[in-house]
Nanobody, 125 residues
Framework: QVQLVESGGGLVEAGGSLRLSCATSGRTFSSYRMGWFRQAPGKERECVAAIGRRGISTYYADSVKARFTISRDNAKNTLYLEMNRLEPADTAVYYC??????????????????WGQGTQVTVSS
């Protein structure tokens, strides 16, 4: 399995921006399809964005399209999530996750088998 460590969360005002990073170690990063998920209190964990192995194919939840951008740097073994025009509804713990299976959409969290510890994002109104 791959080890994942998120960073970059914090407190930001509505309309602001944050960039999350997910550093990886272990097996070859480029072998994995990657995803960003979030979980707000009392809600299920949901997919925010997902990306293929080479960074060409990307998938987004409707709620974040045109505001969030997922990317990866396979040379640095790092996954990113650029979040712009943040809204209070974006407040959640954000997790990165990895899986070997291919992607065709922003998938269910149950299909990922490696997870980071999460980073808190809080957007104030």
């Amino acid at each position: 399995q791959v080890q994942l460590v998120e960073s970059g969360g914090g407190l930001v005002e509505a309309g602001g921006s944050l960039r999350l990073s997910c550093a990886t170690s272990g097996r070859t990063f480029s072998s994995y399809r990657m995803g960003w998920f979030r979980q707000a209190p009392g809600k299920e964990r949901e997919c925010v964005a997902a990306i293929g192995r080479r960074g060409i194919s990307t998938y987004y939840a409707d709620s974040v399209k045109a505001r969030f951008t997922i990317s990866r740097d396979n040379a640095k073994n790092t996954l990113y999530l650029e979040m712009n025009r943040l809204e209070p509804a974006d407040t959640a713990v954000y997790y990165c996750a990895a899986r070997l299976l291919g992607l065709s959409s922003c998938p269910s969290s149950s299909s990922f088998n490696s997870w980071g510890q999460g980073t808190q994002v809080t957007v104030s109104s």
